[in-house]
């Protein structure tokens, strides 16, 4: 008798077949990997210096920037590494959408979706923390929308706050939630990467059962190596030379409750869904809209084919039209309340959901019309 011998984690992943024809947008999942963790380990530093305390937290930011060593860089790292984080899921999210993984990788989809929830939520949390002036009156205006939720909306909020109004209180368990947050996203990617290599990667074509595949490693570790290499040069751009690019020159102002700034809008990762919740004159149809823009995400596997359909015509139309629409979504959602963007945005929000729509139905057209 013998025993086979398991290969380790490592190996297994070394030596994982993947399709020979797949391309660099297949490094979107160890990008994201690696900012993970460069977030992570950013925000363990931030949170030595950190302070949450309402009168203090401010200051405590000002003392990380000018005082503590290379503190001015970590904050520049980790606030531009939120925002290099979302461009990269967007681009991935993009990715599956554009070569359907959600038909082929439905469980895979499933989780991605999540992970992509739960970062939006970690990111709003950690936005509040700095304590500047668009960071409180964000964390107001955002919590509360769930007062729209009917009979427990106003306790929900009050729970939410821990009080009558953002404060203290608030502060400490969006402080708490930041930190412990993304653990969970590395527990989700651990998912998302084991239900991934159930089946493999998929080729651009859709395909899961192709005889032309190689090892992981090599070949499409140094291919990964190469995205690292970039993501690095552009952290350093922006962390050196732009470091307020992304950022809004409101909340270089200490939190005042008693100035509303003019123009209250979200970090620009959010702004798509900010349009979308504004051009719905009913507050709770503005809320449930805001939700679905993601949550609509988990009904793209219902879409069944046996063919891919990534490369026919209407597919290629309603995709590259979804993604002008997400893109103009995002633009009228860092425009102020008022004419034309206010009327522009009401067809967008129609049009934005009606694309899903047809994205889950587009396969079946299409091979019917065939």
């Known amino acids: 008798m013998h025993t086979l011998r398991q290969a380790n984690p490592a190996e297994a992943l070394a030596g994982l077949p993947s399709p020979l024809s797949i391309s660099v947008w297949w490094n979107g999942g160890s990008i994201l990997g690696l900012l993970l963790g460069f977030q992570i380990a950013t925000g363990l530093f931030l949170s030595m210096h950190y302070t949450a305390d309402m009168v203090t937290t401010f200051s405590s930011v000002i003392h990380i920037v000018r005082d503590v060593p290379m503190g001015w860089l970590f904050r520049n790292f980790h606030a531009n590494g939120a925002s290099l984080f979302f461009v990269f899921m967007y681009l991935h999210v993009g990715r599956g959408l554009y070569y359907q993984s959600y038909i082929s990788q439905p469980r895979t989809w499933m989780v991605g979706v999540t992970i992509l929830l739960v970062s939006m939520a970690t990111a709003f949390l950690g936005y509040v923390l700095p304590w500047g002036q668009m960071s409180f009156w964000g964390a107001t ?7 729209a939720i009917p009979y427990i909306g106003p306790w929900v909020v009050e729970w939410v706050w821990g009080g009558f109004s953002v404060g203290q209180s608030t502060l400490n368990r969006f402080f708490s939630l930041h930190f412990i947050m993304p653990f969970l996203i590395g527990g989700l990617s651990g998912l998302h990467v084991l239900f991934l290599h159930e089946k493999g990667s998929t ?16 070949y499409f570790s140094w ?9 690095f040069v552009v952290l350093v751009l922006l962390g050196f030379f732009y470091p307020t690019l992304l950022g ?16 209250i809008q979200p970090e620009w990762y959010f702004l798509f869904a900010y349009a979308i919740l504004r051009s719905i004159p009913s507050k709770l149809g503005g809320v449930v809209a805001l939700a679905m823009s993601i949550m609509v995400l988990y009904f793209l596997p219902l879409a069944k084919s046996a063919i891919p359909s990534s490369f026919t015509p209407p597919y290629q139309a309603i995709y590259w039209a979804f993604i002008v629409m997400f893109v103009l979504l995002t633009w009228l959602g860092a425009c102020p309340i008022e004419e034309p963007y206010s009327t522009l945005a009401v067809p967008l929000t129609f049009l934005y959901f009606v694309s899903f729509g047809v994205l889950v139905s587009s396969p079946v057209i299409w091979k019917k019309f065939l």
């Open 203 to 218: 080729s651009p074509l859709g395909e899961l059962n192709h005889v032309s595949k190689i090892p992981f490693h090599p």
């Open 223 to 231: 291919k990964d190596m190469v995205g690292f290499v970039v993501l």
């Open 141 to 147: 205006v955002i919590t509360n929308l769930l007062s």
């Open 248 to 263: 809004d020159p409101e909340n270089f102002t200490n939190a005042n409750p008693m100035v509303t700034p003019v123009h």
